[in-house]
């Protein structure tokens, strides 16, 4: 189980998370929607524990561990990963060599390069993404929705249990979209990993299937609905669901 | 314009810090990579002369203090001079003086100074000299200082890599960029150690 408590944050001397709460139970699929700049990104890197975000008060617990006292590297150890908005390239740096290195450290024992590379093509079948980015340097050269599916590369072979989408979808044509959907939902179907996506459009959600819906506003949550949330916030914005939240509230 | 230079030849220099003295014939391009997993004091002179081509590739770590000189005098007309430095200063002092002198009623002369460090836990001094006593010549030079690319290392972290390893390849990447894939063959680059 995944659980945010509490949590306020501070960035550049701005409160940008203010009491954020949050639960995501093993398997489940959780969306994140709201306006830009209102923090989702920030919420995602200081769940890796990026150190340009100051937590000021709050937890973040995955299955009974802190991780805001463990180091990134840690917190991706214990099976979280996070696929950013804008993934960076790392140039002299290959996919290969980072992660046959992650896994040698991981496991400490030797790979088997035959099965590793067998692994990483097989990956790259069904994400339908050039092979030759196996041996290239970091996302170096790629396009934006070729950096997505190297991401996804990456996740293929670490096997996360909690992966963190920040904006998936922006970058991807109709036909990667499904490609990547599909990928990503296999690999939920066997794993049984939890998902988090980040998204500003509810097209994702018609391939991907979500068990909620929240909506972040002034550093927290402000409603939590269905899968149908998507399409009234896609209709009426998102002030106009609020205001809908709020004449509830009154009845 | 790429000229092609039919007298072409290659050093490749590892660990060895033997002074080096050269004069390059004219029409020649020479190619100087030099790699030191610790650098130690090193005297290299270049004398060149007509339409010559150098390039000094100088890469390695620094853990002691150490003065490297590069003194390179163009005396002709229509030579290029390329010279890349690339260090990471581990620990202590190190000192790069790179001089390039370029004599008077010379003319169509091209030069480069590229010199880059990554300072860890030392302190590194470039001196970028460019003597020139003609307007003739087309001369750029850049001396950067700083550390590893915080972006870089909490990515390959988050990617399961410990700081420490995080940390290595950078590094390694940062040194190696800068040679030829034969050059970094005989540094081990692509070496697989699985099987
Ligand atoms: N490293 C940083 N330094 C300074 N300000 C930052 C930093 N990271 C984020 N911010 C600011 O914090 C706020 C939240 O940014 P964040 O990237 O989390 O928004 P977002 O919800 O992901 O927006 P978008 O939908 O546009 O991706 C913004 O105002 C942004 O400018
Ligand atoms: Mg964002």
Redesign the interface.
């Known amino acids: 189980m995944f659980k945010i408590v509490n949590l306020t944050a501070k960035v550049d001397n701005r409160l940008i998370l203010d009491n954020f709460n949050l639960q995501i139970n093993d398997g489940e699929i959780h969306v994140i929607m709201g306006h830009n700049g209102v923090g989702k990104s920030t919420l995602c890197k200081i769940i890796m524990n990026d150190r340009n975000y100051e937590v000021l008060n709050g937890q973040v617990i995955f299955n009974g561990v802190n991780l805001h006292e463990l180091p990134t590297y840690e917190i991706a150890r214990q099976g979280i990963m996070l696929i950013s908005q804008n993934p960076i390239s790392i140039e002299g740096v290959t996919n290969a060599e980072v992660l046959r290195t992650a896994l040698r450290e991981m496991t400490n024992e030797k790979i088997n390069i035959f099965d590793f590379n067998k692994k990483m093509e097989d990956i790259c079948d069904q994400l339908k993404l050039s092979k030759d980015f196996i041996h290239k340097d970091i996302n170096v050269g790629a396009s934006g929705g070729e950096r997505k599916k190297i991401e996804l590369l990456h996740m293929g072979i670490l096997e996360p249990k909690l992966l963190l989408l920040d904006e998936l979808d922006s970058g991807l044509d109709v036909d990667a979209m499904r490609d990547v959907a599909n990928f990503i939902n296999e690999y939920h179907n066997k794993t049984k990993c939890s998902i988090l996506i980040i998204t500003h459009h509810p097209n994702i959600i018609n391939y991907i299937k979500p068990n909620f819906i929240h909506v972040l506003d002034q550093g927290h949550i402000i409603k939590t609905g269905d899968a149908h949330l998507a399409e009234e916030i896609e209709n009426h914005g998102f002030f106009g669901v609020n205001a809908m939240s709020e004449e509830g509230q009154d009845e | 314009m790429n000229k092609i230079y039919t007298d072409k030849q290659v050093f490749n220099i590892i660990d060895d810090n033997k002074d080096l003295t050269l004069s390059l014939n004219d029409g020649q391009m020479v190619v100087i990579n030099c790699f030191f997993y610790q650098i130690k004091d090193m005297n290299i002179n270049i004398e060149q002369s007509n339409n010559s081509y150098l390039v000094i590739n100088y890469a390695g770590y620094v853990h002691s203090d150490v003065n490297i000189n590069m003194d390179v005098n163009v005396l002709g007309n229509g030579n290029k001079t390329v010279i890349n430095v690339r260090t990471i200063d581990e620990k202590n002092h190190a000192n790069f003086n790179v001089s390039v002198q370029a004599n008077e009623h010379t003319i169509n002369n091209e030069i480069v100074e590229d010199l880059k460090a990554i300072n860890e836990d030392g302190t590194i001094t470039f001196m970028p000299i460019l003597k020139i006593d003609t307007n003739e010549v087309q001369a750029e030079h850049y001396a950067t200082i700083g550390g590893l690319d915080?972006?870089?290392l909490?990515?390959?972290?988050?990617?399961?890599?410990?700081?420490k390893?995080?940390k290595e390849?950078?590094k390694?990447?940062?040194i190696?960029?800068l040679f030829s894939d034969t050059f970094k063959s005989m540094l081990g680059e692509g070496k697989?150690?699985?099987?």
Do not use: G, H, P, V
Request: glycine residues 0%.
């Open positions: 915080e972006k870089e909490f990515y390959l972290e988050s990617k399961m890599l410990s700081t390893t995080a390849i950078l390694k990447s940062f190696y960029n697989e150690e699985d099987e």
